[in-house]
C-alpha cells in the first residue's frame, strides 16, 4: 500500500510549490497547495485516493471562484522516488488541460555558495602594471538553479562591479548565494567575468550593465556544450547571451564557467554541518585582438554545508 499523506513538492502547468495531503483512511484526504509565485496564499483542496487503481483526483477552489480538478497516477516506478503526475482542467475552460507532477519532500541540506576570490595573472589589457593607467574594469555574475523531481526551480543570481583589475591582483567577492538539496536533486551554477573598460559613471547604466550580464549568465545554465570548448566560447559560437553586451578595444571575457553536482556528490563532499569545500580554477583560453593580451585569470569558489 501505497501512503499518500504528508508533503510533496509539485509542478502545476510550470508553478512550483508544495502539495500538503492529509488522510485518516488513505481514502479520502483533504490539504492544500501553496504554489512559490503566490506564496502568501494556500487553497484548500480534497479529494481520494484509489490504491489500487493507483490514481488520484481533488478538487481545488480558487479565489476568482473557478475550481481547478486535478486527476492524476502514481509512477510505476523506485518505492524511493515516487511521482504523481496527471492533468488539470477547470471550470472557466472545461475542454482545456494542463499538466502537473509532485514528487514527495524529502530530507533536505543547505548550503552556501560563494565566489570568494578573483585573481588576475595577466589582464586583457596591452599595459598592467599598477604605475601604468592600462588596466582591467571586472564585473562579474553568479546565478544558481536547482533540478528538482518536479523540474528546474528558481533561478538566483548575485552580480557584482569589481573595478580596476591590475596584473597580480587579488580581489575578494561578495557573490554568495545559498540553496537547499533533496537528496534526488542537482545543483548546476555558473559565473562569469568580463573585462569592460565603459565609461559608465552612472549607477543606472552600471545597473543596466550587470542585469544585462546577469542575463547572459542565466543563459549558461541549461546550454549542452562541446567538451573541449569552455561554455563561454560555445556561448559566444550560439550567439546566445553575450550579444547583449557591448564590447570594444580590449573588453571581452576573462573568466567563466557551468557546474554542476548532484546531492550526493556534495553530502560526500561536506557529510557535516560546517564543512566546506574550495576550488580555484584558472581560465587562459579566451581570444583576444591585437594589441591586447590573452586574459589569465582564477575564480576560487566554495560551498559550505549549513
Not at 151 to 164: A, F, H, N, P, R
Request: glycine content about 10%; aromatic content about 10%; charged content about 20%.
Amino acid at each position: 500500500m501505497t501512503n499518500i499523506s504528508g508533503n510533496w513538492r509539485i509542478n502545476a502547468n510550470g508553478s512550483q510549490g508544495f502539495l500538503i495531503l492529509e488522510s485518516q483512511d488513505n481514502v479520502s484526504f483533504t490539504g492544500s497547495i501553496r504554489l512559490d509565485e503566490t506564496a502568501e496564499r494556500g487553497d484548500a483542496i480534497q479529494g481520494t485516493w484509489n490504491d489500487a487503481g493507483r490514481t488520484i483526483n481533488f478538487n481545488r477552489p480558487l479565489p476568482d471562484g473557478s475550481t481547478q480538478f486535478y486527476t492524476g497516477f502514481l509512477g510505476d516506478n523506485h518505492a524511493e522516488n515516487l511521482i504523481l503526475a496527471g492533468t488539470i482542467t477547470d471550470t472557466v475552460n472545461p475542454g482545456t488541460f494542463a499538466g502537473w507532477v509532485a514528487s514527495p519532500l524529502q530530507e533536505s541540506a543547505t548550503y552556501v555558495l560563494s565566489i570568494d576570490n578573483l585573481h588576475c595573472n595577466q589582464t586583457r589589457d596591452t599595459i598592467s602594471l599598477p604605475e601604468f593607467t592600462g588596466r582591467d574594469t571586472d564585473y562579474g555574475a553568479l546565478v544558481t538553479q536547482v533540478l528538482t523531481q518536479v523540474g528546474y526551480g528558481e533561478v538566483l543570481d548575485q552580480k557584482q562591479s569589481i573595478g580596476s583589475v591590475h596584473h597580480g591582483e587579488d580581489h575578494a567577492l561578495d557573490l554568495q548565494l545559498t540553496v537547499r538539496l533533496q537528496a534526488n536533486e542537482s545543483l548546476t551554477f555558473s559565473y562569469l567575468f568580463i573585462n569592460s573598460g565603459f565609461q559608465g559613471s552612472g549607477a543606472q547604466e552600471t545597473g543596466q550593465f550587470l542585469d544585462k550580464l546577469s542575463g547572459a549568465v542565466r543563459d549558461a545554465l541549461n546550454v549542452a556544450y562541446p567538451a573541449e570548448k569552455v561554455i563561454w566560447e560555445a556561448l559566444n559560437d550560439l550567439t546566445l547571451g553575450l550579444n547583449q553586451l557591448q564590447f570594444s578595444g580590449c573588453d571581452g571575457i576573462v573568466a567563466g564557467d557551468k557546474i554542476t553536482f548532484t546531492a550526493a556528490e556534495l553530502d560526500q563532499l561536506m557529510p557535516v554541518a560546517g564543512a566546506r569545500h574550495v576550488e580555484t580554477r584558472e581560465y587562459n583560453r579566451y581570444d583576444h585582438q591585437l594589441p591586447c593580451q590573452t586574459p589569465d585569470y582564477t575564480v576560487t569558489w566554495s560551498f559550505t554545508r549549513q
